[in-house]
């Protein structure tokens, strides 16, 4: 199984590249996004891929980061979403972008993409709303726990981590934060404090 390649850019085009790996050309399909930081043909190129093998043919599709992979893994798990669809989201949202979208349920957002009605939207921001977690409280989140106020875990304190995660300072995110608590009460659940802090970091 092929997890990664290194080589040569031999020629990209619309949604498919080559990349020349000791004489060997694998022909690999990417996002735009990828495919836009691949640079010139001639240069050296280093993908994440994730193989596809079927009856009648064994697909690879390249990343040029692992939250662009984890993602297509994730929407390849919504129904009606398939390898083409998931591209296309993939570039025309970053994944930070696609991350937002599911923790605030905003179906329009993800609905830009081709491909994707408002059917396919709804059940994406829907399956995928607990599963998302993961991402936004990734890598950085160790190091966020040292946010103040977050010594003590709990839904406040991980929704500011998210925040934190999706590229919003510590300060503007504990203060949207303490704002939608206090709005909607203590028992407010994670994914609700998130939403509703989105809302007053965009307003």
Not at 122 to 144: F, Q, S, Y
Not at 161 to 174: I, T
Request: hydrophobic residues 45%; proline residues 3%; aromatic residues 4%.
């Amino acid at each position: 199984m092929i997890a990664k390649l290194s080589g040569r850019l031999d020629v990209s085009g619309e949604n498919t590249c080559i990349i020349d790996v000791g004489g060997v050309g694998y022909l690999v399909f990417c996002s735009g996004r990828t495919l836009s930081n691949l640079g010139v043909a001639g240069g050296a190129v280093s993908l994440l891929i994730e193989t596809h093998v079927r009856e009648d043919h064994i697909h690879l599709y390249g990343f040029a980061e692992a939250a662009e992979r984890d993602w297509f893994t994730l929407l390849l798990g919504v129904q009606g979403v398939g390898a083409k669809v998931a591209l296309g989201i993939l570039s025309t949202l970053a994944p930070d972008e696609l991350t937002q979208a599911v923790l605030a349920q905003d179906k329009a957002m993800i609905t830009r993409a081709p491909g994707v009605g408002p059917k396919v939207g709804n059940r994406i921001v829907t399956e995928l709303k607990d599963k998302v977690g993961n991402l936004a409280l990734g890598p950085g989140a160790a190091a966020n726990d040292a946010t103040p106020n977050n010594a003590a875990r709990g839904p406040a304190a991980d929704a500011v981590s998210a925040l934190v995660n999706l590229g919003y300072r510590p300060a503007e995110a504990q203060r949207a934060v303490q704002t939608a608590a206090t709005s909607l009460g203590e028992t407010a659940e994670l994914q609700t404090l998130i939403r509703d802090s989105l809302r007053q970091l965009a307003s």
